[in-house]
């Protein structure tokens, strides 16, 4: 059951621009911005912000609207993106705001009058045409060239669109244009029930499926009242750490890869391969998908199995210990991560980054600490922190949270409660109810809102990405780096393109 | 340097391979045996994500580590589709994704295969009802073989390949 208290407070378009300088000053920062067609309900337009930080607690600010609100931006940086997302998807302008150009709806292949999200609107096969031009930034000067990235790019990833502008080989600026991806989940999930609710979410970034979903369960748990048994809850948490164990090692291999060390990239990727077999082995699936049901888990661990975790996690934490004393004492792999994408602490606190992304610019950010939820609040997790905001600091941090999920893990195996893994849910939902849910993935916070219909449907889910938080900080990281240092860069962020499209 | 050391003489590939992926050797060697027949020795791929959820890529990815090695049987992702003779497609086509999937496919020098992988790019998956997907792949080129699963196992990717190649040599 959630344990998040969520403050609400209803208040007026135009005087929150004054009052996001206060909460900005009280030491909280933007965790999103959901909107939502309600005028069926009120004939208005909502647009909730979330503020977290400061105490366990979540502060919601809830703005109504007909065409337009009052854009944050200018002040609160952070609200760029969702205020972009929303002009395009609801059509609500964002008054003041300083770019709105469109950004998941391609001019190439969108009318600017289609706003897919409003209720009224349900046309699946929109025509199919170039409607206008996407203008990218410029910069302009003697002997100043542009390289294009993507979005089809050389390795096995997904798409997105990197344009650098280089004066010689340090980056002056990069754009980044995402959203090639955007298979618009949220539109799909509404009028669906909870269940099949749970299928797209698992979908929305394979590699994180068991954490999102763990935040998507949070909030349809508390709009259900259902609490879960003991052992479920245990064993969500030791399937969360697994995953994030096997996101790290992967991302260190790639660290590895991308300095030019094949030997201990490929010691890796054979452990990564290890671990999903494990998966497999606990769950029946190598991505855990489908482990996490509504009011528990789907499959139980027994004996057999939690020595099976014992030992694959000792041996992670063998290899990983190798990998640090090999990375801390070889001055080749230092000169390349050290310095190399820094990302200043001022810098992340205005994007408000979430994640190893914001711990490795000594922000303490970290779900599990300040909104706990399953049984987080037990384990007296303290936060990993690194000042250092470059590649070296991320991967330091990565080395040192599989650390802590291989004792989270340990803890939980040798103290597994007995008793049922799930509970039947006959419940229904109160009509028009919201509930948030949120947990941490192995690249941040994953944020859900989700209300209810009166027919105990999905009449609005949003979702927050942690990816979607973090990707404008890349564009502040590269700047003054050498263009070969980019893919580095990225690895060691390494951010989901299908979480942030969504 | 302990760390290198331990690895280079400790942990050796073949090792891994012999023991835990025995029907990975079998199936490889054959593949081996029809990519030198069809395709001189080797058959390059291209990939294109056009909507996928990251895992079908990432089981792609798995294809290079050490219990697969997908190349010693001749077969490599490639950088750029002038290279390619095969493109893999995932996901489940999106509005965005559909032109740089096209073009990606235009810029393959003929002859050229397309193989599909993972449940999407098949039926569109759980995505199919949305505004943005206008898939499945099938609806603008032509699929030669379609690899399913959600996401597909290394493994059944391997088994796939070997479909394609049976489909190669018979025609």
New interface residues.
Partial sequence: MNKIMLNKHNIESSDFINLTDNIKASGKYLLGIAAADERSLNSKYAVRYFFGGGGGNIDEYCVNADESFQSISKICPAAKMYEREIYDLFGLLPTGHPDLRPLMLYPENWDSSVHPLRKDYNNLTPEMKKYGEYKFKEILGEGIFEILVGPVHAGIIEPGHFRFSLAGEPVLQLEVRHFWKHRGIEKVCEGKDFKEGLDLVSKISGDNNVNITISYLEAVENLLNIEIPKRAEYIRVILAELERIWNYVRDIAWIFMDIGFALPAQSLFALQEELMRLNKILTGHRFLFNSLTIGGVNSDLDSAKLKTIENTVKKVENIIKDCEEFILNSSTVLDRLEFTGKINHKTAEELSLCGISARASGLSRDSRIEFPYLIYDKLNLKPVLHDGGDVFARTVLKIKEIYVSKKIIEDLLFNLPEGDIAVACGNKPEAYKYAIGNSETSRGNAFFYIMADDNGKIFRLKYIDPSFRIWPSIQYGVLGNIIADFPLINKSLNLSYSGNDM | M???S???FK?K?QE?TAAESGSILIKGEELKRSVNEVFGRSLFVR????????????????L????YDLERFGIK?V???KHADVLIIT??V???????MLK?YENIPSPKFVITAGDCPESG???K??????GPVSKYLNVAVHISG??P?PETIVSGFLKFMDMMKSS
Avoid: H, Q
């Fill in positions: 302990s760390f290198l331990k690895l280079l942990n590939t891994i990939l294109v994500d056009s909507g996928s959820c990251n895992a079908c890529e990432n089981e792609l990815a798995a290079s580590n050490p219990y992702f950088a750029s589709p996901g489940c999106t509005r965005n994704m559909l032109n740089p990606t998956g759980p995505f009802d949305s505004y943005s997907v206008c959600c996401p196992e």
